[in-house]
């Protein structure tokens, strides 16, 4: 069964740190690329960021451009985000995508995790 | 980069057909057959249901289905039944950063 996981969210303060894993299980994780896209409470989707099969890109929402760093490690089928500088609009549930089509990125996200939430409060 | 512009509600009864629209620009929908569209219950993450303008994922009801022109897209729901009451997003590939970009969102209530 295609499966990802994803596991680091929880309270923070503002201008603090967090790291989120994503666990992929069920398909060969660096055929495809991956993204994350988050959502604020109560209102709509919004991607962050994504990354190519090998590593490639990486691609970043403005919003969060020079505080966010995606990163993967295929042999561990893990995908992570590490955020810095984290700001109460950074507030949301965090969820890791799989791309539809291997090596392509843009057609759509076939596969999605349950989410992590992260707060970001004092 | 702004959202792509969806009605905030589209309802319909058990039966009926309803549309959402997408509208989005030159930069993404209107420049690439890559526009996807997500079901998401409350609660649950996305669905995808439609991937590359009309294409349906294998297990994805054929009462769904997925158009485009210009810089608008549609998703139509046909046959509507109660289970289609959810929140759906469009999606678009854009050459501008970011790489994604969603719609506004619709809430679909069926009477």
């Known amino acids: 069964e295609v499966q990802l996981v994803e596991s680091g969210g929880g309270l923070v303060q503002p201008g603090g740190s967090l790291r989120l894993s994503c666990a992929a299980s069920g398909f060969t994780s660096s055929t495809y690329a991956m993204s994350w896209v988050r959502q604020a409470p109560g209102k709509g989707l919004e991607w962050v960021s994504g990354i190519s099969g090998s590593g490639g890109g990486p691609y970043y929402a403005d919003s969060v451009k020079g505080r966010f760093t995606i990163s993967r490690d295929n042999s561990k089928n893990t ?21 539809s089509v291997p090596g392509s990125v843009g057609y759509g996200m076939d596969v999605w995790g349950q989410g992590t939430t992260v707060t970001v409060s004092s | 980069q702004s959202a792509l512009t969806q009605p905030a509600s589209v309802s319909g009864s058990p039966g009926q057909s309803i549309t959402i629209s997408c509208t989005g620009t030159s930069s ?30 294998s297990g994805v009801s054929n009462r769904f289905s997925g158009s485009k022109s210009g810089n608008t897209a549609s998703l139509t729901i046909s046959g509507l039944q109660a289970e289609d009451e959810s929140d759906y997003y469009c999606s678009s590939y854009t050459s501008n950063t970011p790489l994604y970009v969603f719609g506004t969102g619709t809430k679909v209530t069926v009477l």
């Open chain 1, 79 to 99: 995908l992570y985000l590490q955020m810095n500088s984290l700001r109460a609009e950074d507030t949301g549930i965090y969820y890791c995508a799989k791309e």
């Open chain 2, 28 to 57: 993404d929908v209107g420049g690439y057959n890559y526009v996807s569209w997500y079901q998401q219950h409350p609660g649950k993450a996305p669905k995808l249901i439609i991937y590359s303008v009309s294409n349906r994922p």
